[in-house]
């Protein structure tokens, strides 16, 4: 089976800035967090935790694992990439179609949403194989997860991936 989480609380986050690829750390609400959430995934056997590179993703499965549990750094989960939005507070621009896939607008420095899809269904194609029959757990971001829910659930009917929206340290199973 896959879990996958969204790491812990930032102070960006109590903020409502996108904070994207800036290597924000967790606060202390987001350390909380992911270590209740530890408790709450204490009886499952995972063979693996993988991570995305960015601090708060990676202390978040450094938590859960408390060094009893392998950690995979892979960078095909990081953040998207928001660019030249990164920083602003959600209202600050045209935030609903920055998720739409059907337009899939192109940015200067931005991911777009099916550049974001594509990197992360690679990622799942190649680990939906080897991992098939044991528990894996995705520790990723806000801006990832839509795209794991799409690969699973399909794109939403009104376009918008982030329809597929879970609050930090929320568990998710497929």
Not at 75 to 84: A, L, N, Q, T, Y
Request: aromatic residues 14%; charged residues 25%; proline residues 3%.
């Amino acid at each position: 089976m896959l879990y996958v989480i969204r790491h812990g609380k930032t102070d960006w986050n109590l903020m409502n800035k996108i904070q994207g690829r800036v290597d924000i750390p967790l606060n202390d609400f987001g350390i909380q967090e992911a270590k209740l959430v530890k408790e709450l995934l204490n009886q499952i056997h995972f063979f693996k935790i993988i991570s995305s590179p960015l601090i708060r993703a990676k202390k978040t499965a450094q938590i859960i694992s408390q060094d009893k549990i392998p950690i995979i750094i892979d960078s095909r989960i990081v953040e998207r990439d928001f660019g030249e939005f990164e920083g602003l507070n959600k209202e600050k621009f045209d935030y609903s179609s920055f998720w739409n896939y059907s337009l899939n607008n192109k940015y200067v420095k931005a991911e777009s949403v099916q550049q974001l899809l594509n990197r992360v269904y690679n990622f799942l194609d190649e680990y939906k194989e080897m991992y098939e029959k044991k528990n894996v757990l995705l520790v990723t971001h806000a801006g990832v997860i839509p795209a794991i829910c799409c690969y699973f659930k399909g794109i939403p009917k009104n376009n918008n991936i982030f329809t597929y929206h879970f609050k930090t340290c929320e568990i998710i199973k497929f």
